[in-house]
């Protein structure tokens, strides 16, 4: 074993480490249980290269200790996997949609289930993490941590994992770890602190601890040396995105608890052209960068071939920002007649006819868009550059496509009032909107939205495991104001509930969505059972 400093890493000698044997997915085939360790041939100058290294990438839970699932994996750290697994061995577990996991109840407002699962270890969900991590195995575990959400959960996850073998090195990354590396690293779990876009930096650094080599030359990490914590230079970003791997989903650990409908996401572009108060997609990729449309449809491509996948969902944080590079996907996606519907998240301001048409004619079935305020000073405040205006003509030419629109809002951003919330309610009822989404302002750290409440003396709190989007607001407001937040919050809920039943009804027989669905799952009965009973159960739910 090799000591850096405050850094161990050791190697697992035999034959548990010819299991990781790198980037010979189509040489070698390995089976875990069985000890099968090689099939096939491999040649010798091959034998040179492998670099016997066992890493686990972990998402921690978020969405199941509010009390349900995520219907899609987190790209992100899949990126990640897959860059790593070209020279090492590497698999990626996303703790919020393994079917297998337990113990949950269907709760809106989570606090209570969250607390309870949050800070007991013997509930399933950790005792179901620590039976992966003793089956894997790894050297490295890399935990994702992209918003302060998920911060107490990856520190369970790093308590576990050390407690279990404390030869494991433990590296986090994401928005959260990004923005506040310190906080995170004052954790002695916590080994190195991955900052900013890590496909290149995760692997030269685990080469780095693996080589015996100085790490403090890898651009773009943190990590304790002493008492004292030590940022290296930031990394310069890629600058072409079509170069980066697509996210390899047979890397997901226990995929066959997964279905192959969550497979079907993917990100066409990094950062934002807008800068929102409340956002940090900017802080984390500072600029916009956008795949082209060829190499996004032949991602789309490999995901029907390799797993029938027949809807695609686009996680941009404004998919439309560049219309021209969207049109020409549309009219590449039609003139390879594929047949699959496609969902997405832009501002209503991005969109015009004659892409909306098109877009619809490719497959786009449904649209959400954040609105976020019906009041003109909230949205200036909110830095959010939307005129209320012009979103009345461009919601019309989306209804007459046809298609399914969902608005996202935002009540309790400071300088809220009774007035303002009145004035967002409105909007919401004259939208005449599919469907309605509400959050609570959450000033997550590394936003301009936390300064400011930090500057202020605004923060409830800086408990970050309650940081989750619900209720209730973690920014203080009067008396009167909070319990109008509440109550408009509540009639939101009941407003939405009446309207979604009936546009999810008018979704769900139409004819395209319906055949798409079944088709998807023609395989799986039991998903289709569950996808009709779900569906008839939040219909006629109270």
Same mark, same amino acid.
């Given at each position: 074993?090799?000591?850096?400093?405050?850094?161990?890493?050791?190697?697992?000698?035999?034959?548990?480490?010819?299991?990781?044997?790198?980037?010979?997915?189509?040489?070698?085939?390995?089976?875990?249980?069985?000890?099968?360790?090689?099939?096939?041939?491999?040649?010798?100058?091959?034998?040179?290269?492998?670099?016997?290294?066992?890493?686990?990438?972990? &998402?921690?839970?978020?969405?199941?200790?509010?009390?349900?699932?995520?219907?899609?994996?987190?790209?992100?750290?899949?990126?990640?996997?897959?860059?790593?697994?070209?020279?090492?061995?590497?698999?990626?577990?996303?703790?919020?949609?393994?079917?297998?996991?337990?113990?949950?109840?269907?709760?809106?407002?989570?606090?209570?289930?969250?607390?309870?699962?949050?800070?007991?270890?013997?509930?399933?969900?950790?005792?179901?993490?620590?039976?992966?991590?003793?089956?894997?195995?790894?050297?490295?575990?890399?935990?994702?941590?992209?918003?302060?959400?998920?911060?107490?959960?990856? $520190?369970?996850?790093?308590?576990?994992?050390?407690?279990?073998?404390?030869? !494991?090195?433990?590296?986090?990354?994401?928005?959260? +770890?990004?923005?506040?590396?310190?906080?995170?690293?004052?954790?002695?779990?916590?080994?190195?602190?991955?900052?900013? *876009?890590?496909?290149?930096?995760?692997?030269?650094?685990?080469?780095?601890?693996?080589?015996?080599?100085?790490?403090?030359?890898?651009?773009?990490?943190?990590?304790?040396?002493?008492?004292?914590?030590?940022?290296?230079?930031?990394?310069?970003?890629?600058?072409?995105?079509?170069?980066?791997?697509?996210?390899?989903?047979?890397?997901?650990?226990?995929?066959? &608890?997964?279905?192959?409908?969550?497979?079907?996401?993917?990100?066409?572009?990094?950062?934002?052209?807008?800068?929102?108060?409340?956002?940090?997609?900017?802080?984390?990729?500072?600029?916009?960068?956008?795949?082209?449309?060829?190499?996004?449809?032949?991602?789309?491509?490999?995901?029907?071939?390799?797993?029938?996948?027949?809807?695609?969902?686009?996680?941009?944080?404004?998919?439309?920002?560049?219309?021209?590079? !969207?049109?020409?996907?549309?009219?590449?996606? !039609?003139?390879?007649?594929?047949?699959?519907?496609?969902?997405?998240?832009?501002?209503?301001?991005?969109?015009?006819?004659?892409?909306?048409?098109?877009?619809?004619?490719?497959?786009?079935?449904?649209?959400?868009?954040?609105? *976020?305020?019906?009041?003109?000073?909230?949205?200036?405040?909110?830095?959010?550059?939307?005129?209320?205006?012009?979103?009345?003509?461009?919601?019309?030419?989306?209804?007459?496509?046809?298609?399914?629109?969902?608005?996202?809002?935002? $009540?309790?951003?400071?300088?809220?009032?009774?007035?303002?919330?009145?004035?967002?309610?409105?909007?919401?009822?004259?939208?005449? $909107?599919?469907?309605?989404?509400?959050?609570? +302002?959450?000033?997550?750290?590394?936003?301009?939205?936390?300064?400011?409440?930090?500057?202020?003396?605004?923060?409830?709190?800086?408990?970050?495991?309650?940081?989750?989007?619900?209720?209730?607001?973690?920014?203080?407001?009067?008396?009167?104001?909070?319990?109008?937040?509440?109550?408009?919050?509540?009639?939101?809920?009941?407003?939405?509930?009446?309207? *979604?039943?009936?546009?999810?009804?008018?979704?769900?027989?139409?004819?395209?969505?319906?055949?798409?669905?079944?088709? *998807?799952?023609?395989?799986?009965?039991?998903?289709?059972?569950?996808?009709?009973?779900?569906?008839?159960?939040?219909?006629?739910?109270?």
């Amino acid at each position: 074993m090799a000591t850096r400093g405050d850094h161990k890493f050791g190697l697992r000698a035999g034959t548990e480490n010819i299991r990781g044997i790198v980037g010979f997915a189509e040489a070698v085939k390995i089976d875990m249980n069985k000890k099968q360790l090689l099939k096939g041939n491999i040649k010798k100058d091959n034998l040179k290269q492998r670099e016997y290294v066992r890493c686990l990438i972990v &998402n921690p839970p978020f969405f199941k200790l509010l009390g349900y699932g995520s219907k899609f994996f987190a790209l992100g750290p899949l990126y990640i996997t897959t860059a790593l697994n070209k020279r090492f061995y590497a698999r990626f577990y996303d703790m919020d949609i393994d079917e297998k996991i337990i113990g949950y109840k269907s709760n809106f407002f989570g606090i209570k289930i969250k607390k309870d699962t949050l800070f007991n270890l013997k509930h399933p969900i950790w005792k179901n993490f620590a039976q992966n991590l003793k089956k894997f195995k790894p050297d490295f575990l890399g935990i994702n941590i992209h918003s302060s959400s998920q911060f107490q959960s990856a $520190l369970n996850i790093a308590k576990i994992a050390k407690k279990m073998d404390s030869k !494991i090195t433990i590296l986090a990354g994401g928005f959260h +770890a990004t923005v506040m590396d310190s906080n995170v690293l004052q954790n002695p779990e916590f080994d190195f602190v991955v900052r900013g *876009e890590g496909e290149k930096t995760v692997v030269e650094l685990i080469s780095c601890l693996v080589n015996n080599k100085k790490v403090s030359e890898v651009a773009g990490i943190s990590f304790r040396k002493g008492t004292q914590i030590k940022r290296t230079a930031s990394r310069t970003l890629i600058k072409i995105l079509d170069s980066i791997p697509y996210p390899d989903r047979m890397l997901i650990l226990n995929k066959k &608890n997964v279905p192959s409908s969550y497979l079907g996401a993917i990100m066409t572009s990094r950062g934002c052209s807008h800068s929102c108060n409340f956002c940090g997609v900017n802080r984390m990729w500072k600029k916009i960068r956008y795949r082209s449309p060829e190499n996004i449809l032949s991602e789309i491509e490999k995901l029907v071939r390799l797993y029938k996948i027949k809807e695609i969902t686009f996680l941009d944080d404004s998919f439309t920002v560049d219309k021209n590079r !969207i049109l020409k996907l549309c009219k590449l996606i !039609i003139k390879k007649k594929l047949d699959i519907i496609w969902t997405c998240l832009t501002r209503i301001d991005l969109l015009d006819a004659k892409l909306i048409h098109l877009m619809k004619k490719s497959g786009c079935y449904f649209l959400s868009i954040g609105f *976020e305020s019906g009041s003109n000073k909230i949205l200036t405040l909110m830095n959010k550059r939307l005129d209320l205006k012009r979103i009345t003509v461009a919601l019309d030419t989306i209804k007459k496509e046809g298609l399914f629109v969902r608005g996202f809002f935002i $009540l309790g951003y400071p300088g809220e009032s009774v007035f303002s919330l009145n004035k967002t309610y409105t909007l919401i009822r004259n939208l005449n $909107l599919d469907s309605v989404v509400v959050f609570f +302002a959450t000033p997550f750290p590394g936003t301009q939205l936390y300064s400011f409440c930090k500057k202020n003396n605004l923060l409830e709190h800086e408990k970050f495991y309650e940081y989750n989007f619900n209720f209730p607001s973690v920014i203080k407001f009067n008396v009167k104001v909070k319990q109008k937040m509440n109550s408009t919050f509540l009639k939101i809920i009941k407003y939405n509930k009446k309207i *979604e039943s009936k546009n999810l009804l008018r979704l769900f027989f139409s004819q395209n969505y319906l055949r798409i669905r079944i088709q *998807e799952n023609l395989f799986y009965p039991r998903r289709v059972f569950n996808y009709f009973f779900s569906f008839f159960q939040h219909l006629f739910s109270k």
